[in-house]
């Protein structure tokens, strides 16, 4: 074990991360960046390609490559392989690495499983979102359960190394029972990996439009409270881990590697539109617009549209925010910016009432959150902030 709390702490090797930002239509709910324009995939991958020439002697070894969107998925198979095989060229990974992509259940085959494999590929994570073709016509999905079900089934058939897959609950008109049949059926495949998210209604998105027109009701918190709950629960039961608010790992060698970067502040590289890079201390975004992604490399100018330096205090807020929605939990010193590391006085009180409560549990090394404090981990965090 890593640590002396226990807690086997995440690999500090760099980690890359694609945006494909391609997708046959928009989701109701979806805010990340995206376009219909399909025609212009070619560009894109080498536009891609292009701006890894200068980040590629940025560090000397990478554990973790996840294509996201979008739908990574789109992208056909001869551009893919020319994609990733120009990342593993520019880019040293170690023979272990953990190498992801997100698919569409609508693009999962033979074909394409098999590519991706040979490709290095060792986890698909695919968006399932439902079972239940209502709440997929709603959410705007272009596939029904039956489909998400058999690329489950395709997947397992191939013998992918890490199969994960997304669900959303929380879906105005959804109940308890139809999430744990959701659940249920998720569950028939073993997957590794399974990501729960509670429905978000993010302005910019046609769902946010609709509340904003009183066109439906997003589900009240004791509600949202009782997915959550159940969540937890039912994939306890069947044996996975929840080591983050959102994500649950069947072994604890099945937590995404990638994602766990974010959450810990290692350093990542990202490409593509919209993507966002970390060095320890800065971060930055390239431009969202495909279009204006593609030009300014065209014209031999940087992809990047803003960036931002964390001082002291921004890193410690960063550290409250994941350390309560993550299995890493947090130290005491994280409470307090400056020299001073010793919480006292009314942190410390506040620390035990929580504890006593139920929402927060002992460690050796500080506290983390309980499954009841997960649920809570955001207003948790603005306790201290």
């Not at 995440?10 to 979806?30: A, D, M, W």
């Not at 200068?54 to 996840?66: A, C, F, G, I, M």
């Not at 608010?245 to 974010?262: C, D, G, L, T």
């Not at 090394?365 to 948790?380: E, F, I, K, P």
Request: hydrophobic letters at 35%.
């Amino acid at each position: 074990m890593g640590e002396a709390n226990g807690i086997e702490p995440c690999s500090q090797l760099p980690g890359l991360y694609v945006h494909v930002p391609f997708c046959r239509k928009k989701c109701i709910y979806c805010d990340f960046a995206s376009t219909t324009q399909l025609g212009r995939m070619t560009e894109y991958v080498e536009a891609v390609l292009q701006e890894a020439d200068s980040h590629s002697n940025l560090r000397p070894q990478w554990d973790s490559l996840y294509l996201g969107g979008g739908t990574a998925s789109l992208l056909p198979i001869p551009l893919l392989e020319r994609l990733l095989s120009g990342l593993l060229r520019r880019f040293s990974f170690l023979s272990d690495s953990e190498i992801t992509m997100e698919a569409n259940p609508c693009d999962v085959s033979v074909d394409l499983l098999r590519a991706s494999g040979e490709l290095g590929v060792n986890r698909i994570i695919v968006g399932v979102q439902s079972f239940q073709n209502p709440l997929l016509e709603f959410l705007g999905r272009r596939h029904d359960g039956i489909t998400g079900f058999n690329a489950l089934k395709l997947a397992r058939e191939a013998g992918v190394k890490q199969l994960g897959l997304d669900l959303i609950f929380g879906v105005p008109g959804q109940d308890l029972n139809q999430w744990r049949e959701d659940l249920d059926r998720a569950l028939e495949f073993q997957p590794e990996h399974i990501s729960c998210y509670q429905l978000t209604y993010e302005p910019g998105t046609r769902l946010h439009v609709l509340k904003e027109k009183e066109r439906l009701t997003p589900i009240g918190e004791s509600e949202a409270f009782s997915f959550f709950w159940e969540t937890g629960e039912r994939l306890a039961r069947a044996g996975y881990e929840q080591y983050e608010v959102s994500n649950f790992a069947r072994e604890a060698q099945f937590r995404s590697r990638h994602n766990e970067k974010y959450w810990s502040h290692v350093p990542y590289l990202g490409l593509g539109p919209s993507a966002h890079s970390f060095d320890g201390r800065s971060r930055r975004w390239n431009y969202r617009n495909l279009n204006r992604y593609l030009d300014r490399l065209s014209s031999g100018e940087s992809p990047v549209e803003g960036s931002e330096i964390l001082d002291r205090e921004a890193l410690r807020l960063e550290r409250l925010f994941f350390g309560f929605r993550t299995r890493f939990g947090l130290r005491p010193e994280t409470l307090k910016p400056g020299p001073e590391t010793l919480v006292a006085g009314k942190d410390e009180q506040l620390l035990n009432r929580l504890t006593n409560d139920g929402f927060l549990v002992r460690t050796e090394t500080g506290y983390r959150s309980s499954r009841r404090g997960l649920a809570v981990a955001d207003a948790l965090t603005a306790m201290f902030a």
